[in-house]
């Protein structure tokens, strides 16, 4: 199963390599990674997306959380939280047909058009993981030259 | 006795008026090591610690440098020193190779959980990442076998540095911390600051016991019919022997120790079952395959105790007591979980206890029964013979001559396992093995360790000629230094566990297992200016063990015992505790 969790961490060099190097030192895949300051400078938000069942993840929390220098660790899965993913696509669109059609699914989706070229465009999309999947997917057919996903950022909707 | 208590801060005593004086790095460090109660340090010089090296001849004898032969040496040494003491141990090595020598002994440590300072010098900041003459990336190398590390980028954080390194080192969960400095920040010049508060908000070692697990915990050791304390390293890292001892004998409880807690409960106390495990008694292994009930406090279910886990102690509930939340339910389920240190826990077990009558211990009588039952089936035994020496009367016979009250050190194996089973340790940090990284080559130099915390107690190494092969050199430190020093080498001219392993899971297919070319142990004492005895006959055993033990100085015992003799009984790989092999 999917797990999203919100890892605090002081904001110091080595920092990641800690948390990153639990995971690869126990053969656990890491999906996504996104790391970045909070309102406190001292301090990193690391979003990371992984998957295993509930104990493995169970266990993997308590092994970040004893990192000296973790804050805290929430697994934000089956809490109330708020899960956004940006990706980057650079599609082919050859002929007027092709570049018309790919514009009605930029409309249709949340989508936004970052840059025309003459033989194509560059979308820029935000959503959910599941809705950038189905948005790959439905480009796929006009052929996608290029593709750049952030990986999740989420925020629990209680209160910290 | 030594202190069994590791404090959670260390007094800091006057550092002669050194505050505020511009000095150098190396001095810095010097200074901030005796501010934590540093009189020791073992080590091996090299060129990116110069300047270290340079102030610590200055620095006697407020600093005593112990100059091991090689840096696993160095660390073992210093593993003993703290696993005896409950001091912290402190390494000082250089760059490079030596720090990748040192990494088997601050593996060794983080898993057994001793806290260790270990130094390490590292190339000029300017030259980092750059190929430099013996460099090598120590923080990356050290990180997953250790609980923290630092690289020092300028002189004005090395104190406040190796403040926090002491306070991580030996709060909590104890365990190794490195330290890695560039050799200009040794050069450097600023002023000694005072130590300031330690502010990690993350690390919260010393946690409230919640309250309300302790009444539950009570309530289910009051009601259990068929209860075991399974007891740990924790007891000890705690000082929490006699906390334990009250618990157990106020409830009459079955109490079984771990390898790593051998000593935290009396041996030959009649609640004590032995260690349980692979190579545990009968009695002990089938009480917690039995239990209704497990208390288990300061361990952490090792593959070696637990045998196959599906089939580990199914009728019990898990009460599991631990300092590391990190151990709660991550190999067994624990269905009360307290966080919090052996002793803290313990005491307040003991208090809650108060609140009620004391129960009869007749309540137990059908346990107990059935527990003594198990040990009239399988007692330990081993047969004896006139001709050869067995590495069990070896054991035994140690016992004998030391009344339990000797501080033994060990490698991994055979030897260490019937060490377990025969010598019947009488306090807490008399053991001083490698359990979870089982490193052969540990035990001579943490036996020397040991011996330079306790200079007039009787410390030995007991070794195979497997495991003494690995470090003996560090008989030129135990001699140059004067220490009394005994080792025994339980000789089987083989390497005997994997010996073992292969006669009965390979057919005796016997694969590069025989030790057919050793050196004569008694010239190689001679050799380095020790003493040296053999004894092969078993008429002979006591005289010669009584003899080297007498002697002053350094000496090493080469006991020729049987090759073809194997650790029983034993739970074989896959099986569960229940099902075990008695020989």
Redesign the interface.
């Given at each position: 199963m999917r797990h999203t969790l919100s890892i605090?961490?002081?904001n110091r060099?080595?920092e990641l390599?800690?948390i990153v190097?639990l995971f690869s030192?126990r053969g656990y895949n890491i999906e996504s990674l996104t790391v970045a300051e909070t309102l406190d400078p001292s301090i990193s938000c690391v979003t990371m997306v992984t998957s295993g069942d509930d104990r493995t993840v169970?266990?993997i929390v308590?092994?970040v959380?004893?990192?000296?220098?973790?804050?805290?660790v929430t697994d934000l899965t089956g809490l109330s939280h708020f899960e956004r993913e940006m990706v980057l696509i650079n599609v082919k669109a050859g002929d007027q047909i092709a570049f018309q059609r790919v514009l009605q699914l930029v409309s249709q989706n949340q989508m936004r058009v970052a840059e025309v070229m003459p033989d194509g465009l560059i979308i820029e999309a935000t959503g959910k993981w599941e809705e950038m999947n189905d948005l790959v997917r439905e480009l796929m057919p006009f052929g996608i030259r290029g593709i750049v996903r952030t990986g999740a950022v989420a925020l629990s909707k209680e209160a910290n | 006795m030594p202190s069994t208590a590791i404090e959670d801060r260390c007094p800091m005593p006057d550092t002669d008026g050194a505050t505020a004086q511009m000095m150098r790095g190396a001095r810095i460090l010097l200074e901030s090591l005796i501010r934590e109660g540093v009189d020791t340090i073992f080590g091996y010089p090299g060129g990116a610690v110069l300047h270290i090296y340079d102030e610590l001849a200055k620095a006697a004898p407020r600093l005593r440098h112990i100059l091991a032969r090689h840096e696993q040496g160095a660390v073992h040494m210093a593993e003993g020193y703290s696993k005896a003491s409950g001091r912290v141990g402190v390494v000082l090595v250089t760059s490079g190779p030596g720090a990748t020598n040192a990494i088997t002994g601050i593996a060794n440590a983080y898993m057994d959980s001793t806290p260790l300072v270990v130094i390490t010098g590292q190339v000029p900041s300017k030259m980092i990442g750059t190929d430099a003459f013996q460099e090598v990336d120590t923080i990356g190398i050290t990180r997953p076998c250790t609980k923290y590390n630092y690289m020092v980028r300028t002189v004005n954080e090395l104190a406040e540095i190796v403040h926090e390194a002491f306070y991580l080192a030996r709060s909590g969960r104890p365990g190794p911390v490195v330290i890695d400095i560039p050799k200009d920040v040794t050069a450097d010049q600023a002023l000694l600051a005072d130590p300031v508060e330690v502010r990690l908000p993350g690390y919260q070692p010393g946690v409230t016991v919640d309250p309300q697990q302790i009444v539950r915990a009570i309530a289910k050791l009051l009601a259990a019919r068929r209860p075991v304390l399974y007891v740990g390293g924790g007891i000890i890292h705690a000082g929490a022997s006699e906390e334990l001892f009250a618990l157990a004998e106020k409830l009459h409880l079955p109490v079984t120790p771990t390898l790593m807690g051998l000593g935290c409960f009396p041996s030959g106390h009649p609640l004590s079952l032995g260690m349980l495990g692979m190579h545990g008694t009968y009695w002990a292994n089938m009480a917690i395959s039995a239990a209704d009930l497990i208390l288990a406090i300061g361990v952490r279910f090792d593959d070696r105790v637990t045998g196959a886990l599906e089939k580990f102690a199914r009728q019990a509930e898990v009460i599991h007591v631990d300092v590391d939340p990190s151990s709660i339910s991550k190999n067994v389920h624990a269905h009360c979980a307290i966080i919090g240190d052996a002793k803290s826990v313990l005491q307040r077990m003991l208090a809650a206890l108060d609140e009620h009558s004391v129960p009869s211990p007749s309540r137990l009588d059908a346990w107990w029964e059935q527990i003594d039952g198990w040990k009239l089936k399988a007692p330990l035994t081993y047969e004896r013979s006139r001709t050869v020496i067995k590495p069990q009367q070896l054991c035994e016979e140690l016992h004998r001559l030391t009344r339990g009250e000797a501080i033994i050190a060990t490698d991994v194996g055979q030897h260490q396992m019937w060490l377990a089973q025969y010598y019947g340790f009488r306090g807490p940090r008399q053991s001083l093995t490698s359990g979870g990284l089982g490193a052969m080559g540990y035990g001579f130099p943490a036996a020397l360790g040991a011996q330079i915390a306790f200079p007039d107690r009787q410390v030995i190494a007991f070794v195979g000629d497997g495991g003494f092969q690995m470090t003996a050199q560090e008989l030129a430190t135990a001699v140059q230094y004067r220490t009394n020093t005994k080792i025994v080498v339980m000789n089987n001219n083989s390497l005997g566990m994997v010996r073992q392993w292969q006669e009965i899971f390979y057919q005796r297919n016997y694969s590069h297992v025989d030790m057919e070319w050793s050196p004569d142990f008694v010239k190689l004492a001679h050799a380095y200016g020790a003493v040296g005895l053999r004894v092969t006959h078993p008429a002979e055993l006591t005289t010669v063990l009584e003899k080297g033990l007498a002697t002053p100085g350094v000496v090493v015992m080469d006991v020729v015992v049987e090759t073809e003799e194997n650790v029983y009984p034993m739970v074989p790989p896959g099986a569960g505790l229940g099902e075990m092999v008695l020989g």
């Open positions: 605090l961490v002081e060099y080595g390599a800690r190097g030192a169970e266990q308590k092994q959380n004893k990192l000296v220098r973790v804050v805290k | -």
